[in-house]
């Protein structure tokens, strides 16, 4: 996950005090430190992060930097003699590489059989499953309504000229939703048939751009405070929720939906890196990270949902934000064997 898109400013300031609040790498207190190298997305409450510490003794370092294929490229970068003790963020999307290069040691996190059996991605157990989350079709709910327009309702109905020049999405090249919404058209229209459906987008007038910042902030017209005029974009199905919590006045419905029927499905996993410094650390922390505590906090501080079966939602997510029963998928292994390939052959179709 990662999961989801770079959240507000207001969440990055939190993440930010976390970050100096744990300590300098050459502490005297570092043999009971555990490290966690994760992307710029992640934020945990201060109370979660204190409750860690205090019941396993070991102080949290939390190293961010990049999104979460950057995080994972410099783990690769320094495979056997890491930055930190756990990586947090990987996906489906590029778990393959990870495993292929012996990226993680074996660890079997203690609470895994509280968790759905469908988010356990590996039966060796190098990584396992945190956090859940669908990369979906978001529509402008008031834009459509206003003009008496059908919003669509699956990927198919985008190629329709009634939706032309109305969709942007983002470079699955620089973007981990927009990777996310490529792989959905594999997953929809197969080898055969996803190129002929983006020469299809591309003549319908899709627009592309390098990040979800750009697609949903300034293009998108159903974002708070945005002068887009894109009514379709590619985002989470938990961003109708996002658009409630931070609105300036909480409205009465959600401004925007989620089509459910385009849903790629992402998992987002940790796993203790080869060669960590504080081996018994890093297993507390994934143990942790699977924790009640820890799976409650999800939702409202990283905009994702949990994998710990039976852990409450907020009211707000109950309400809007989605979790498709039948999402877009595909296996793992075989993303990892042909993403390369399929951005290059999705640069050709769609951007030359």
């Known amino acids: 996950m990662t999961i989801w898109h770079k959240r507000s400013v207001a969440l ?14 050459g502490d005297s207190s570092a043999g009971k430190e555990v490290v966690l190298v994760t992307h710029d997305s992640f934020v945990i409450p201060k109370a979660v992060k204190a409750a860690f510490e205090q019941e396993s003794g070991f102080k949290l370092k939390i190293l961010q930097g990049g ?17 930190g003790d756990v990586l947090f963020g990987i996906d489906n999307n590029l778990l393959s590489r990870a495993l292929d290069e012996g990226l993680f040691d074996e660890y079997e996190a203690t609470e895994l059989d509280d968790v759905e059996s469908s988010f356990v991605l590996d039966p060796k157990h190098r990584v396992t499953p945190i956090d859940h989350g669908d990369a979906c079709l978001n529509i402008d709910r008031n834009w459509f309504a206003s003009r008496g327009i059908a919003p669509p309702t699956s990927l198919d109905d985008l190629t329709a000229p009634r939706y032309r020049k109305l969709l942007v999405v983002q470079n699955p090249a620089t973007s981990t939703p927009g990777l996310a919404f490529m ?33 949903y902030t300034q293009r998108f017209s159903g974002a708070g405070g945005s002068k887009g005029n894109r009514p ?4 989470y199905a938990t961003s109708p929720a996002a658009e409630v919590i931070f609105a300036a006045k909480p409205p009465t419905s959600a401004p925007t939906a989620a089509v459910t029927e385009s849903c790629f499905r992402q998992v987002e996993l940790a796993g203790v890196l080869d060669g960590a410094k504080n081996v018994d650390g890093a297993h507390a922390l994934i143990d942790f990270m699977l924790s009640e505590r820890f799976q409650a906090a999800l939702p409202e501080s990283m905009f994702v949902l949990p994998v710990r079966t039976g852990t409450p939602l907020p009211d707000t997510f109950r309400r809007y934000a989605v979790s498709p029963s039948t999402p877009l998928t595909l296996p793992a292994d075989e993303i990892g064997a042909n993403r390369d390939r399929w951005i290059d052959e999705w640069t050709q179709t769609v951007l030359r």
């Open 12 to 25: 990055a300031l939190v993440a930010a005090s976390l970050v100096a609040g744990c300590g300098d790498a």
């Open 67 to 83: 999104d979460a294929g950057e995080a994972v490229n410099r783990a690769l970068l320094t495979k056997g003699n890491p930055q």
């Open 183 to 215: 792989l959905a058209s594999v997953a929809r229209f197969g080898e055969d048939g996803w190129r002929d459906y983006w020469r299809q987008l591309r003549a319908n007038g899709v627009l592309v751009v390098d990040g979800w910042e750009e697609a």
């Open 232 to 235: 379709i974009v590619v985002s």
